[in-house]
Every structure is written in structure tokens, then in C-alpha cells.
Nanobody
Framework: VQLQASGGGLVQAGGSLRLSCAAS??????MGWFRQAPGKERELVAS????????YYGDSVKGRFTISRDNAKNTVYLQMNSLKPEDTTVYYC????????????WGQGTLVTVSS
């Protein structure tokens, strides 16, 4: 089982980036994106079940980020708009095997840097 994250980079404040996480080896009930800035707790940025209507967003990204999922490609995306310098950190994709389980599967991080 592997989660391959991509799409990070450097962008100016107000800009946009799109992260992708391609899963292989199995399908998952829920997939999400986490981030952890230095000195802060890990934060669940957004998550999504098998349907688009099951999306969740952290308060800090509501209205700016959109999570989506292509079940045929076993891939989850995070469209990040109106980026702020405080969004700068490493983003990790993760997945749950079961709806009521924990995020047991993790991809490598992808760095997002937002310049002011």
C-alpha cells in the first residue's frame, strides 16, 4: 500500500496550488490531508469519504480549500486558493481503511511555501 503525494511548491500570498495524493494497493473509506507547522499540533486540514458530500474542512481553511476525490483513479486532491503565509508547512495525505478507523496509512509530505 502506498500513498504518493505531489503538487507542493512556492507561491505568493493569494495564489493557488493543487495537491494530489495517488493511492495504490487498496481502496480507502476516507482520505485526508494533514499539516503540521513547527511548534504546532498536527492539524486535519480536510477529509473526504467516498462521496463528495462527505467532505470536512478545518476552520482555518474553510472557504479557501476544496478537497475532492476520483475513486476511479484512487486519488484525492486538495485545491488550495487564497493561500496565506500561515499555510506554509509540509502537507501529508493519509487514509483510513474503515470509516470508524484511524488514519493508518500515510504518504510522504509535500512542502507548501507561501511568500508574503
Amino acid at each position: 500500500v502506498q500513498l504518493q503525494a505531489s503538487g507542493g511548491g512556492l507561491v505568493q500570498a493569494g495564489g493557488s496550488l493543487r495537491l494530489s495524493c495517488a493511492a495504490s494497493g487498496r481502496t480507502f473509506s476516507s482520505m485526508g490531508w494533514f499539516r503540521q507547522a513547527p511548534g504546532k499540533e498536527r492539524e486535519l486540514v480536510a477529509s473526504i469519504g467516498r462521496s463528495e458530500g462527505s467532505a470536512y474542512y478545518g476552520d482555518s481553511v474553510k472557504g479557501r480549500f476544496t478537497i475532492s476525490r476520483d475513486n476511479a483513479k484512487n486519488t484525492v486532491y486538495l485545491q488550495m486558493n487564497s493561500l496565506k503565509p500561515e499555510d506554509t508547512t509540509v502537507y501529508y495525505c493519509a487514509a483510513k481503511g474503515h470509516v470508524f478507523g484511524t488514519y493508518d496509512y500515510w504518504g510522504q509530505g509535500t512542502l507548501v511555501t507561501v511568500s508574503s
